[in-house]
């Protein structure tokens, strides 16, 4: 069986919130909230939330802490504030929260961003893990970056039909001790 193989398995919606982080963009032209929130509905699931956040590293921990306590939400993306400047805090908002980094989203994104953008694939600090067994992945803020993490990665991990493995099917173990 290939990598990535749909099987017959039924399809398991999940709820997921959506924050953009920006000091610049509002509802009318948050494009990279758009197109995440575009292709996870499309994809079957359900938006659980949508805010748009300052470059606030607390703004931003506090909104994230509020969606993990919610058992109603099982996934968290967040789009921008990944960069290297000095209000790019997302990563240092969102780390202290994990319970669990996973480590290979990050490198396969910048692999993956690769064909796309060379050697400024370095710049980014995208990272994904669970906090409280909940998902949380967080994307550089282009519109592109969104597209690569949620056509190549994510779409695909949080599938329950996606074989050999995905994310969606671990979630009921993800609070076991």
Not at 83 to 90: F, L, M, N
Request: hydrophobic content about 35%; overall charge negative.
């Amino acid at each position: 069986m290939s990598h990535d193989n749909v099987t017959d398995r039924q399809f398991r919606p999940l709820r997921i919130a959506v924050m953009t982080v920006s000091d610049t963009r509002d509802a009318s032209n948050d494009t990279s909230g758009g197109l995440l929130i575009e292709k996870l509905t499309a994809a079957g699931h359900e938006l659980a939330d949508r805010q748009i956040q300052p470059d606030d590293i607390y703004r931003i921990r506090a909104a994230v802490s509020a969606w993990i306590a919610d058992p109603a939400v099982q996934v968290v993306i967040t789009t921008g504030g990944t960069g290297v400047t000095g209000r790019d805090g997302t990563p240092e908002a969102v780390t202290p929260l994990l319970d669990k980094m996973i480590d290979g989203f990050g490198e396969m994104f910048r692999s993956l961003s690769w064909a796309d953008i060379g050697t400024s694939t370095l710049q980014s600090r995208c990272l994904a893990g669970v906090a409280n067994g909940t998902y949380i992945f967080c994307l550089p803020g282009s519109t592109g970056a969104c597209r690569t993490g949620w056509d190549e990665l994510i779409e695909k991990q949080l599938d329950y039909r996606t074989r050999p493995c995905n994310l969606a099917e671990l979630m009921p173990r993800l609070k076991e001790s």
